[in-house]
């Protein structure tokens, strides 16, 4: 975090979330609510990346479309499946849970946009003060939806629910960790793990991302060699490198060590089988 920002990755993730709204491929993937409350963000962002999404916002769309037809839909895809995926999974859940909390947020619309469409359920957002500023300022909390500041490195993960006296230990709920634990060390994720346990009560779910190095041998050469730990170089020069990856044998292993059991695991592969039936053939960067 620089200067009060958000990360450079969060701003990433973002803005392919905004390119995928008029990309001729990965249009539709997201509801387009998603690309608006993106776009509120970042054009209140007191950055080059502000500047940016202000130019576009008032570009036609059809020179939007032109532009960012030349982007490889791999670099943007890998985002917007996980982020349906991830959606999916959470409405799925809602039938038995009543809270919902996202941790590490960064400048995503999950929470914003299901408040409104579930107004019986409890959203809370859990981030670094630097993202919940630019949030705060663009979001309206309403009566179901509370923002958190905690840096996951500093405190002890959801700790900041403890003073809440509106969020009950007790209840089943959904927590979302998307694009999150690769950033942290391994004793920081198998806190966090606990963390979760601690926090939520019987029948509730962990909804999330975990870096997967041998998936890397499929991507470009800026993701790195099948079965490195090390980071995608352009996440290094941002300064963001990973610290944490697991392969898929030993993610369960993990889980179960902190009381989890794993019930569903998909790859980009499954992904875009699932939500791009007709681009079998498109090549998505296996990031996560």
């Not at 030349?70 to 943007?76: A, E, H, S, T």
């Amino acid at each position: 975090m620089k200067d009060g920002q958000p990360s450079k990755t969060a701003q990433y993730v973002a803005a392919n979330v905004v390119f995928s709204s008029v990309h001729p491929v990965l249009e539709g993937v997201l509801p387009p609510d998603a690309r608006r409350e993106t776009s509120r963000y970042f054009r209140s962002l007191d950055t080059w990346t502000g500047s940016s999404a202000r130019l576009f916002h008032r570009l036609p769309k059809f020179v939007l479309r032109r532009l960012i037809a030349r982007i490889p839909p791999g670099v943007i895809a890998q985002t917007v499946l996980r982020k349906r995926w991830i959606q999916d999974a959470v409405r799925a859940n809602l039938s038995d849970c009543s809270q919902v909390v996202v941790l590490g947020a960064g400048l995503d619309t999950l929470a914003p946009r299901l408040r409104r469409e579930y107004p019986d359920v409890r959203f809370w957002e859990i981030d670094h003060p630097a993202t919940q500023g630019v949030k705060r300022r663009v979001v309206e909390q309403g009566s179901n939806l509370t923002l958190c500041s905690e840096d996951f490195t500093e405190r002890a993960p959801m700790s900041s629910l403890d003073a809440d006296s509106e969020y009950d230990l007790d209840e089943p709920t959904v927590v979302v960790a998307e694009g999150l634990l690769m950033y942290l060390s391994e004793a920081e994720v198998r806190e966090l793990f606990d963390a979760v346990r601690e926090h939520t009560g019987e029948g509730s779910h962990l909804v999330g991302t975990a870096i997967n190095p041998n998936a890397m041998a499929d991507g470009p050469d800026w993701l790195g060699s099948a079965n490195s730990s090390r980071s995608p170089t352009f996440l290094d020069r941002l300064g963001e490198p990973w610290h944490w990856v697991v392969e898929s044998g030993e993610l369960s292993d993990e889980l179960d060590d902190h009381g989890f059991e794993l019930t569903a695991l998909s790859q980009m592969r499954h992904l875009r089988a699932q939500y791009l039936p007709d681009r079998p053939n498109l090549s998505v960067y296996p990031i996560e």
